[in-house]
Each structure stands twice: as C-alpha cells, then as structure tokens.
C-alpha cells in the first residue's frame, strides 16, 4: 500500500485561525499568510502574496457554497503547507455564485513539491465537496476539531479509494473530460471529482484525465477518445486539443466543472458542442473551422500572455522609473554632462534607472510573453527578440510583437522536432531550440518587424507631442475613462501600459493623466461615504476609511467593493469623474516620470498643484455623481 502524507501533517493548529478578523477579501489573504508566516512556513511573505494575488488575477479560488482554497506553488513557501480561517459572518471573496466564503483553505506549496504532497493538496479539494463536511468544519469550536473532522474525513477517503483501486480504469467508457488549472493544485482535482460524483448519479460512464501541478494523471487513451461520445474540457490552461479531432468538444472554464458538472454532462450527453478539427482532420473547411476554433482559443490567452509579461516588467518600471524620477529632481537635465546643471548624482541615478532598468524593461516584457507560450526554452528568444526591438526603435509594441513571435516559433518548433530519435531529445532545450529561436526571432525582427512598429512610434511620439489642447484633454479623458471602467481589468492595464509607454518615449503628460485618473475612483467613493452617508451601508462606510489610502497610493482596486455592490450607478460615476481628472491634467499639462506612487510620488510631478487641482475635482465629482445616481442603501435608510 502507498503511504500517503496526511492532511494534518500540512495543516497543524498553528496555521488554524478559527475566528477570522479580516473582513475583506485581501484582508482574508494578509491574516492567512502572516499566519503561515508566523509559523515558519514561508520564506518570503510578500513573495507569497504576489504568487497568491497572480492565480487569483486568473479567476477568484472563491468556489462556491462557502469555500475558497486560494492557492499557490512558488519558491516562497518553505515547507509545504495549509492554512485554515473560519469567518462566521462570512466575506465577499468574488465567488463563483455570489455569495459570502465562511471557509478559507490557503494552499501553500513549495516549487519544488514532490508528488505525495500535490495529491495530499488535491485530496483537500475533494473533499470540501462534501456537504457535511463542511457544516462539521462550521460547527468546530477548538482547533482539535478542526483537526479530528479533517483526519476521520481522510482516513474515509482512503478507505473508499483502496477499496476500489482494483477497477480497471476507463472500462466502459462513453463520456471523458479533461481538467486543468493553472497552478493545477485545487480546481484542477474538484473539478474532476465534480464531474465523477455527478457522473456516477446520472448513470454516465466518464473518464477524467486531470493536468495538475504533478503533470497529467488518468490520462486519456486513443481508445478512450475513440469510444467517447463526447469530450468535456474544463481548463483555465492550454491542453493537449489535436488529439480530439473529429469528436464533440465542450470547452468551457475549470469553474464550469465545479459549479455546474451536471449541465455539462447533459451536453455532452446531447451532443450540444463543437466538432473540433485539429491538425489530424483532412479537408478544406475542416481547416477553416480549425482556424476559428484556434482563434476563439487565443483570445483569451493574448491576454494571458501578455499579463504575463507586463507583470514581470513592472518591477523594471516602477524601480526604474521612481530612481529616474529622484534624477529629476536636481533638474530635468541634471544627467547631461554638458548640461550648466549637470550633477553626478543625477547621472548616476538616470544611469542606473534609465539606463538599466529601464533598458531591461521591453526584453523582459518579451521575455515573459514568449516564456507563457512555450515555457522555458522560448524565454532567450523572447529576450533577444525584445533587445532589438529596444535598440532599433520598435519600443514597447515592438517588444510585444517580439514576444509573441518567439513564443510562438518556439511552439512551432517543437512540433517540428517532436519526431527526432530519442537519444536527441537532451539537446532540443540546449542547442535546437535556442539557436533556431534565437535566429528565426532576431531575422523577422531585423528585416521585417522593427523598422515599421519604430516608424509608427515615432509617429505616434510626434502626435502626442504636437497635439494641440483640444485633442489633449480628449486623450486624457478617454486614458481616465480607461482607468476606472473595470479598475485593475483589461481596460485598466491597457490604458496603464500604454502610459509606461509614453514615459518610454520621454512624453510624461499621458501617464500623469492616468495616474491621476487612477487614484480618483477610491477617493471619490471615500468622499462619497462622508459627505453622503444614508447613500451607504456602514460596512461600505467602514470600507470608504481604507479606500482613501488606497487611492492616494494609486491602487483604483480600491473602488472595486462599492462596484460590485451597484456597478449600474457606481462604475458611470467613477468613470466620469476619473475623465475629468485625466482631462484636466492633460489641459494643464501636468507631467510624471514616475510610473507608479500616488501622491507619494507629488515631488517630481510637474505642475504639482495644478495636479492636485485635477484629482480634487476628479474626487468631487464622483461623490457628486454617486449622490446622485446611487439609491438610499436599506440598512443605512432603516
């Protein structure tokens, strides 16, 4: 028999917080991990919040009927393990069915997890499928009852898969599913066993391949895929598709696997999917409808790449751009040694942030595009791609195009390569995959990329410069607009990078626009709770305290509890009042160097006052327009 590690030999009394004091979701995240910091488990506990806070940018681990398991496998936990918080009165955590999480299982695992301890990790989730399960845990008044429901629930488990290990897997059948997430820890395993439980009671014979963290388990046979009438492919990350051509797919997120296995399994029962036409099907209009299957898949994934990418860049440019910003201030040309001036401080701080880390900015953010496409060997093609696209002048568009196009090569690649004899296959990730991606990356960049994407930036650089006051404000109301339309979303970052952009270009008007915009949506809404309290609930009232720091510290996320609560009247107001505090800092020609800092940051923002101006009018308007869209909140009106 295979020894299996406990889950209380990962979740010990002193990660347990049987009383929650956190109130919000983030809040929810700080209390879990100093806990699991506290206990000696993490070597860094900012590095763990960021590795928290990056799966949950994917979609919220806020499942449903009470529970949240977010999760994380990085370098900065030092012994794998669990975190447990109870919250009675519940907390908004963004969960799948609206509702407040009681339960919180943070999930901890080191980058190096061996096997044992992801299945112990999946275990977890299998079992929070399970109703009295979760009352048990609800009921808990000591940490040992914690504890005890956790190791009798387990030791049941185990009991019930021993019993049944000798089935012979897969017989029979008709219906197979696959599961994915992208940390492949939590979702991954409840999914599937979602599917199964549900699959068992509708009498459906189903087999369920899962791409966990562990690598691919269950995985599905030819035979499998042939006998099937239908596939279900539940993932939040790429999977193996080509194999499935000619057979009904239902793809949909990982989420959909857990929330609503039943429907799923009626579908594929009814047909009710798409024929997929992969590499293997014959034929001209199989092709073309490979093409658009292809195309609905990247959508998403564009975007996932590219997040990648910017926020691996980021640290380059908030670092950078603040040290560039502290230059500034012994004069805009104190680094220039023919400058009257000139100070070697200045030089040495515009060096070290312009000259460095803002050098390494666009090969970093190609870098990392690439690396998502095609993992590892994609990330020096990625970087050389975005070195020349710095050096000829294609910039931060350039670097993009740089990444996508090596990760892609790299994924071209090894389809190629994929039919060379084993005794090769130790040399593709050392010689054969940088040496052609480097090449083929560096050849399309030289000849074909740079010189157009420089021609447009430098275009679009002498547009911005020369715009007369009129297209200015409409620029900065727009980039405002931006800002607050889904606060930290795909709109938000669009707008945020195309300001990091501009400072790369040395054009600090649109960024100031931004940022100011930026910081409006949380103010206003601070405003709003003092000046027009029967507006709110006293939650949201207590919430208004916290969203003035956030706000004057550049975080709009801070908006984002009073939109969720009433987005109707809440996300029109903020965005108004963030155009107009966009608008009139460009009408007044503010400028930032720094690309991130709030007002902590006022120091080297030129025109400061007038900027100020600009975010004060900003903040009143959005209370203005709150007070007048918004309805008497209940609690507040009783």
């Not at 929070?128 to 808990?140: G, I, K, P, T």
């Not at 042939?226 to 790429?238: N, R, T, Y």
């Not at 790449?305 to 380059?316: D, Q, R």
């Not at 100011?516 to 207590?542: H, I, N, S, Y």
Request: a negative charge; charged letters at 20%.
């Amino acid at each position: 028999m295979q020894h299996h590690i406990r889950i209380v030999d990962l979740l010990k009394a002193d990660t347990i917080v049987l009383h929650l004091s956190a109130t919000t979701k983030e809040e929810v995240l700080d209390e879990l991990i100093a806990k699991l910091d506290e206990a000696g488990r993490l070597h860094s506990r900012e590095e763990m919040k960021q590795a928290i806070l990056a799966r949950e940018a994917l979609g919220s681990t806020g499942i449903g009927d009470g529970i949240a398991i977010p999760h994380a496998k990085t370098a900065a936990v030092k012994t794998p393990s669990i975190a447990f918080g109870f919250s009675k009165e519940g907390i908004d955590f963004d969960s799948l069915d609206q509702q407040k999480a009681h339960l919180f299982f943070m999930i901890a695992a080191t980058a190096d997890a061996n096997q044992a301890h992801l299945e112990t990790l999946a275990l977890l989730s299998q079992m929070l499928m399970d109703e009295s399960f979760r009352q048990q845990l609800m009921q808990a008044e000591t940490k040992e009852q914690v504890l005890d429901i956790i190791s009798r629930k387990e030791q049941d488990i185990h009991g019930e898969t021993e019993s049944v290990s000798d089935a012979p897997a897969g017989a029979g059948v008709k219906i197979v599913a696959v599961t994915a997430c992208p940390t492949g820890i939590a979702h991954t395993y409840m999914a599937a066993d979602a599917l199964k439980k549900k699959a068992d009671e509708m009498g459906i014979s189903l087999k369920v391949e899962t791409n966990g963290s562990g690598g691919v388990k269950n995985k599905l046979t030819a035979e499998d895929i042939a006998e099937a009438a239908a596939v279900i492919v539940a993932a939040d990350k790429q999977v193996d598709m080509d194999r499935f051509a000619g057979k009904v797919v239902i793809e949909v997120p990982v989420a959909e696997g857990i929330r609503n296995a039943e429907a799923l399994l009626k579908r594929a029962l009814n047909r009710d999917g798409t024929v997929y036409s992969g590499e293997a099907a014959a034929g001209y209009q199989e092709k073309i409808e490979m093409a658009k299957a292809e195309n609905k898949q990247k959508q998403p994934a564009f975007y996932k790449h590219l997040m990648n990418g910017v926020s691996n860049m980021l640290p380059f440019v908030v670092g950078g751009g603040i040290i560039i910003a502290l230059s500034f201030m012994f004069g805009i040309k104190a680094a220039d040694p023919n400058d009257p001036s000139f100070h070697p401080l200045a030089k040495a701080l515009m060096d070290i942030g312009g000259g460095t880390a803002f050098g390494l900015m666009i090969p970093v953010l190609a870098g990392f595009i690439a690396k998502s496409i095609a993992d590892r060997p994609a990330f020096a093609p990625g970087m050389v791609g975005g070195m020349l696209a710095a050096s000829s002048g294609a910039g931060f568009l350039g670097g993009i195009i740089a990444g996508f196009l090596a990760g892609y090569t790299i994924a071209g690649l090894k389809r190629l390569f994929a039919g060379l004899p084993q005794s090769l296959e130790g040399i593709k990730p050392m010689l054969l995959y940088p040496l052609f991606g480097i090449l083929i990356t560096g050849f399309v960049m030289m000849y074909v990329v740079s010189e157009p994407v420089a021609a447009a930036n430098a275009a679009l650089g002498d547009w911005l410069k020369n715009m007369n006051q009129g297209n200015a404000v409409l620029l900065g109301m727009v980039l405002g607009a931006m800002m607050a339309f889904d606060m930290g979303g795909p709109v938000n970052k669009a707008a945020f990078t195309f300001g990091i952009a501009m400072i790369a270009e040395g054009n600090f008007a649109p960024h100031a626009a931004i940022m100011a915009a930026g910081m409006t949506p949380p103010l206003g809404l601070a405003l709003a709770t003092l000046l027009f309290k029967k507006k709110f609930t006293d939650e949201e009232r207590q919430a208004g305290k916290t969203a003035w720091v956030l706000g004057a510290s550049f975080i709009t996320e801070g908006a984002i509890p009073f939109a969720a609560a009433d987005p109707t009247r809440v996300i029109p107001s903020i965005m108004v009042g963030s155009a107009v505090a966009g608008g009139l800092s460009m009408l007044f020609g503010c400028t930032l160097p720094a690309p991130h800092g709030g007002l902590f940051v006022l120091p080297v923002v030129g025109n400061a006052v007038l900027y100020l101006v600009s975010i004060l009018a900003g903040t009143v308007v959005t209370a203005l327009m709150i007070n007048l869209l918004k309805r008497e909140a209940k609690e507040a009106a009783e």
